[in-house]
């Protein structure tokens, strides 16, 4: 039985052993190659040498197949003391890679800890350099408290309020330091001299307003030094202290010309603001050196003013109000706007002065305080009563045209100039229109001279129908 092995097996041998030898044909054929080799009888003489040939080939087959036997043997036994040997390497690699790793994982925990105490050294030397900062600072604050002590109970304004505004920026960086024994005993002495500080500040300023005469130049610099410890104190204290000078200036101003007063009449609105243009004049002379520009007391007092004489007028108004006259009530209304425009103007010259020095200190000029607002804000009482005002200028027409249209003759020149060709009533009516025209633009109220316009027109248009009616008949 002939052994077969696969095609692809066949395919293997051939490329590992190649040979010519038909032996080695994968498709042998003992009996086709014994006929090739002994094609005929006469070939049958060589087979003795061939079946030698034959044996010698065995034979060396044979010797080869034991010395291969043998060689695979010694292969073998080497093999397995190399395999051992492998073993034991790959043994001794992985005990050095163990050997590695552990290293490499102290090595890994020594960074660790060495960034630790890193962080820790950094961490506490920011600490400690906070620490000293705030040592410092509080050190600074506690001898700041004592001089500003000493410049209190000295009254010496303008040195405290520099020390005062120290003591401010230094309490801000204790803030988060509220709990701590020294930082409150600190914060309850600045409080402490800051209420005597403002007592002694509203004192000296009552002080000057109980005297009598122009205050000494002496008193006007410390209270110009107390001037700068308000501004210190906090805009709260500023405030108050504006609201004391108004009091004190304007209490004369709401004894006379409160409703009901000596000059508290509708007629007598003008002299109000002849008072408030001589309290002006009076307190440049006196008292604008004493408070500090940016306080703008002039603007600030003249509001309290605009305030006060709106409630006033606005009183006196309900008062009146089946008895006004529209003759004192568009005067009143005129002074006053003419008034509100006068301060606004004053004011606005005063402060483009001031955002001149501002832009030469490099401040913003977009701060400036114009005082626009001060237009309207006393006249803006009298819209509820322009109705009345109408009113009485459409009886007022009315009354004239009906005088006219009694007295006119209905008579014209048929020749002549152009202006005796017309009515006498029409001229008289035109001049009383003119006449109430300029009363109502004098008002400056838009709403007011639209309503003007439709009385306009209902006695235009009555005076035409009078005379469509007398040319009809």
């Known amino acids: 039985m002939t052994l077969q092995f696969s095609p692809a097996l066949e395919s293997a041998l051939a490329s590992l052993n190649p040979s010519s030898d038909p032996l080695d044909e994968p498709d042998f054929n003992p009996t086709a190659h014994i006929n090739k ?3 005929s009888e006469d070939a049958l003489a060589r087979i003795d040498s061939y079946a030698t040939e034959l044996e010698s080939t065995l034979t060396a087959l044979d010797e080869e197949v034991l010395r291969t036997v043998r060689a695979q043997t010694s292969a073998g036994a080497a093999a397995r003391r190399d395999l051992e040997a492998g073993k034991a390497a790959m043994g001794e690699l992985f005990t050095k890679v163990r050997e590695i790793k ?29 620490t000293i900062t705030a040592l410092k600072r509080l050190q600074m604050l506690v001898t700041a408290t004592e001089q500003l002590s ?26 988060s330091y509220k709990g701590i024994k020294k930082i409150d005993e600190q914060t309850e002495r600045v409080a402490e001299l800051r209420d005597t500080l403002r007592a002694q500040v509203f004192a000296d300023f009552n002080q000057l307003s109980s005297q009598e005469g122009t205050p000494a130049h002496s008193q006007l610099e410390t209270l110009s030094g107390a001037c700068a410890v308000v501004d210190a104190l906090g805009p709260d204290v500023r405030r108050e202290m504006l609201s004391w000078f108004s ?21 007598k609105t003008e002299l109000r ?83 001149g020095e501002e832009q030469e200190d490099g401040e913003d000029k977009a701060t400036a305080d114009t005082g626009h607002d001060l237009v309207g804000s006393i006249s803006g009482c009298f819209d509820s009563y322009m109705s009345i005002y109408v009113s009485l200028e459409d009886k007022s ?33 035109m001049i009383a229109l003119k006449r109430s025209f300029k009363r109502g633009t004098a008002l400056h109220m838009s709403a007011v001279l639209l309503e003007l316009t439709k009385v306009w027109a209902k006695q235009l248009r009555t005076y035409a129908k009078t005379v469509e009616a007398r040319g009809a008949a």
């Open 37 to 39: 080799l002994f094609p």
């Open 150 to 175: 000493v410049m209190t109970s000295e009254r010496m304004y303008t040195n405290a309020a520099d020390l005062l505004q120290a003591v401010n920026q230094l309490l801000l960086h204790f803030v």
């Open 397 to 429: 027409i009315s009354e004239a045209l009906t005088k006219l249209i009694a007295e006119e003759t209905w008579t014209a020149a048929a020749a002549g100039r152009a202006d005796s060709r017309v009515f006498n009533s029409s001229k008289e009516l």
């Open 273 to 355: 603001y002849t008072w408030h243009r001589q309290f002006l004049k009076q307190y440049d002379e006196l008292y604008t050196t004493l408070f500090p520009p940016s306080w703008k007391v002039a603007l600030v007092i003249t509001r309290e003013y605009c305030t006060i004489t709106r409630h006033h007028l606005d009183e006196i108004l309900d008062q009146s109000r089946g008895a006004l006259d529209v003759a004192v009530l568009t005067h009143a209304l005129q002074k006053t706007i003419e008034f509100e425009k006068e301060m606004a103007a004053r004011f606005e010259a005063t402060a483009m002065e001031g955002e």
């Open 247 to 267: 009091n004190w200036q304007f209490a004369p101003y709401k004894h006379a010309f409160q409703p009901y007063g000596e000059a508290g009449s509708l007629d």
């Open 102 to 130: 552990g290293k490499a994982e102290r090595s890994e925990q020594m960074v660790h800890d060495i960034c630790a105490d890193i962080k820790s050294l950094d961490y506490a030397k920011r600490h400690l350099t906070l």
